[in-house]
């Protein structure tokens, strides 16, 4: 069958081209026999379809948003994840028919990955935490071996500074609320500053990037990891403090069962501990200006609807303020 023409994509509907045809013949472009049927995933950035297949298993279709990685930067998660999978680590690699693993159909480019299930990892449990934190070390055992030279790192620049002028620049927050929040995020991102000041020069690896609970399914042979699409340099601890939540003795006592489990496979450096607030505080601007720049996307506003309402940053500016104090605080002691 000949390949629809391609459909130019636009900022407010990068996926108005991607009809059930299109995913399905994009599945069998590489060698698949589609069977008609498929089911959209839970996905937002990117469009991920479950597609059945005649006599086989199904597989799991990603479609890359377009314009947001250069296919080197795709390239270097994908290969990213295969060394992964080659070291025996639990992660769900694409699948390389014809020997690559990035494809392109009626103009959107697309992975195919087998099909993982699994549940939600119980993290109120210690022998889950520390489970966790021995496959993350793995992950980084092997992140430490080359650098990435196509993705970028994670850093005060790009988590903060640029969404931040991005969010003021685009009028996204209510007029009377902008004030507040262009003062709160100035305290913040100063805050964000002083903790890196404090940690000193830490070193950096290829990351996950996005280790939370959600990217990570359960089963009874215990953890593997999906969705490296956010993978970037940086420091170790960004993929162990989203493991993370409650208060500050509760925090203790996770982090303290992450380590146990980290270190047996390798060693966090004990100064990182000083940038897990500024982390959390760096991922707070950036979702608001991730949501801000993907608004004109159909998906967006109907999955996120409280987004711009004058309680959101009400909600953001209370959330900002309290960050400022935590990260004057001392950092967490195990």
Excluded at 135 to 141: D, E, K, T, V, Y
Excluded at 261 to 278: C, I, K, M, N, T
Excluded at 313 to 332: G, S
Aim: net charge negative.
């Amino acid at each position: 069958m000949d390949s629809p023409a391609a459909t130019p994509a636009s900022p407010s509907a990068p996926y108005a081209g991607l009809t059930p045809d299109v995913v399905l013949d994009a599945v069998d472009s590489v060698g698949n026999a589609t069977d008609g049927r498929l089911l959209a995933l839970n996905s937002y950035e990117n469009r991920v379809y479950l597609v059945y297949r005649d006599g086989a298993p199904p597989l799991v279709a990603k479609f890359y948003r377009p314009g947001r990685w250069s296919d080197e930067a795709i390239g270097e998660e994908h290969a990213f994840t295969q060394e992964l999978a080659a070291a025996e680590i639990p992660v769900v690699a694409p699948l390389a028919p014809g020997g690559e693993t990035l494809h392109r159909h009626a103009g959107f480019r697309f992975a195919v990955y087998p099909k993982a299930g699994g549940r939600a990892p119980e993290l109120d449990r210690q022998e889950t935490l520390e489970w966790m934190g021995r496959f993350i070390a793995r992950i980084h055992a092997i992140g430490g071996v080359r650098a990435f030279r196509h993705r970028p790192a994670i850093d005060l620049e790009s988590f903060g500074s640029a969404p931040r002028a991005w969010l003021l620049a685009h009028a996204a927050i209510p007029a009377d609320l902008k004030p507040s929040w262009e003062a709160v995020t100035a305290l913040a991102l100063a805050g964000v500053r002083d903790c890196y000041a404090r940690a000193g020069t830490v070193g950096g690896l290829r990351l996950h990037g996005d280790c939370h609970a959600g990217n990570v399914l359960w089963t009874d042979d215990g953890p593997h990891f999906v969705d490296f699409d956010d993978a970037r340099s940086g420091p170790a601890i960004q993929d162990l403090w989203m493991l993370l939540s409650g208060s500050r003795e509760e925090m203790t006592r996770q982090l303290a069962a992450v380590l146990r489990g980290y270190e047996d496979f390798g060693e966090l450096d004990p100064r990182e501990l000083h940038l897990v607030e500024a982390l959390r505080t760096l991922r707070l601007v950036h979702y608001s200006a991730w949501l801000g720049q993907r608004w004109d996307d159909p998906a967006f506003p109907a999955a996120f609807p409280w987004f711009n309402t004058q309680r959101y940053w009400q909600d953001r500016i209370l959330e900002l303020r309290e960050q400022v104090a935590l990260m004057e605080e001392p950092p967490l002691a195990v």
